[in-house]
């Protein structure tokens, strides 16, 4: 079991690498500007959507299991 130090690593890479396969994305669009979407642009896409998709899916699994708790207030 993961205490929460790691469990925030986890949160806080999967979020870094989101970021940087948007910033990706980004390069590739401008490089490849004048040709229609390109493979590495769509697969920057995919591995992004992917990424935003595991990492919804850890934050409510962490939520349910009480791994994360609401602010209180």
């Not at 790691?6 to 004048?34: E, N, P, T, W, Y």
């Not at 590495?40 to 959507?49: G, I, N, P, S």
């Not at 935003?52 to 899916?57: D, F, T």
Request: charged residues 20%; proline residues 4%; contains cysteine.
């Amino acid at each position: 079991m993961l205490n929460r130090r790691q469990r925030q690593m986890c949160i806080r890479d999967r979020l870094a690498a989101i970021v940087i396969a948007l910033f990706s994305g980004l390069f590739f669009l401008a490089k490849d500007k004048d040709h229609p979407p390109s493979p590495r642009l769509l697969t920057a896409l995919k591995v992004r959507v992917g990424l935003s998709i595991l990492l919804v899916v850890l934050l409510v699994v962490s939520y349910q299991m009480g791994w994360l708790t609401g602010i209180e207030g």
